[in-house]
């Protein structure tokens, strides 16, 4: 993949959990890092939940790996100009596992 495919900057986030004022967990997002990527939609679809229509996109995004990407997974996710990815799979693309291939939900 050439490095000119790798123009969106997104941020990987992971969930931390911490104590409100009451005492009360409360899970807040936390940047792992910044990274340039490839971001790709690949499907869309639209559902009839709850007496609304709602809508699903799914994106394949490309990023190279690196040492804060660790344990990257479906409890973490993605942001990229106010769109937020729920990562769904991660695969390395080479057996060096020098690039991510991350399978991601966007809502809207």
């Not at 559902?47 to 190279?64: E, K, L, M, T």
């Amino acid at each position: 993949m050439s490095i000119g495919e790798r123009r969106h900057r997104v941020t990987f986030q992971r969930a931390t959990t911490v104590k409100d004022d009451f005492g009360e967990p409360d899970q807040q997002w936390s940047n792992i890092c910044t990274s340039w990527a490839l971001v790709q939609p690949i499907k869309g679809g639209e559902r009839f939940s709850a007496n609304q229509v709602q809508a699903d996109v799914d994106h394949r995004i490309v990023a190279r790996n690196r040492g804060a990407l660790t344990g990257l997974g479906p409890a973490d996710r993605i942001t990229w100009k106010g769109h937020t990815f729920d990562i769904r799979a991660v695969i390395f693309r080479d057996h060096r596992e020098s690039e991510l291939e991350i399978l991601a939900q966007e809502h809207l």
